[in-house]
T-cell receptor, first 110, second 112 residues
């Protein structure tokens, strides 16, 4: 079992739909990151969370430390949101390494 | 502001040829630097990370090496490429533990 699990692996939505991507982890963490990988390959950091909730535009990220779970929500989805969304954690062991989820491939149809 | 430059964007190299990919970061000092590889349809695999000049930690004992000759310069090298070295190589940096991770645009390497 991977230490960081994402669901779903693939997701197709219609433009305007509310989207939720989930990330569960089994290790102690100091921070959780949500990344977006565009079709061309470039990766952008969306959020870094250690507690609570963060919002940026139509994107909302939440984390529940007790349940070891985080969600990324996209409101009013748009075709330009089509990308792979990756969850990554920094562990409390204080190393320089990240543990990455395998990603959720999102396709938003016009 | 901080920026990261990675080049080249694409590279086609024959088996057995050498490799040098370069990454530089601007606007920060003493960054933690990373090289990742992503095979087609797969997740990110950590190859090397560096916390300072001349300090390199290796995660994969293959025919790749990394060097950090200057504070904000990170180089990925190989003396002889293998077919299995094909993939998408990403450089990344962060300023400290528990800070955002920033990626370069990546190099798509095809070994033929």
């Amino acid at each position: 079992k991977n230490e960081v699990e994402q669901s779903p692996q693939n997701l197709t939505a219609q433009e305007g739909e509310f989207i939720t991507i989930n990330c569960s982890y089994s290790v102690g963490i100091s921070a959780l990151h949500w990344l977006q990988q565009h079709p061309g390959g470039g990766i952008v950091s969306l959020f870094m969370l250690s507690s609570g909730k963060k919002k940026h535009g139509r994107l909302i990220a939440t984390i529940n430390i007790q349940e070891k779970h985080s969600s990324l929500h996209i409101t009013a989805s748009h075709p330009r949101d089509s990308a792979v969304y990756i969850c990554a954690v920094e562990t409390t062991s204080g190393t320089y390494k990240y543990i990455f989820g395998t990603g959720t491939r999102l396709k938003v149809l016009a | 502001s901080q920026t990261i430059h990675q080049w080249p964007a694409t590279l086609v190299q024959p088996v057995g040829s050498p490799l040098s990919l370069e990454c530089t970061v601007e606007g920060t000092s003493n960054p933690n630097l990373y090289w990742y590889r992503q095979a087609a349809g797969r997740g990110l695999q950590l190859l090397f990370y560096s916390v300072g000049i001349g300090q390199i930690s290796s995660e994969v004992p293959q025919n790749l090496s990394a060097s950090r000759p200057q504070d904000r310069q990170f180089i990925l090298s190989s003396k002889k490429l293998l077919l299995s070295d094909s993939g998408f190589y990403l450089c990344a940096w962060r300023s400290a533990y528990n800070s955002p991770l920033h990626f370069g645009n990546g190099t798509r390497l095809t070994v033929t």
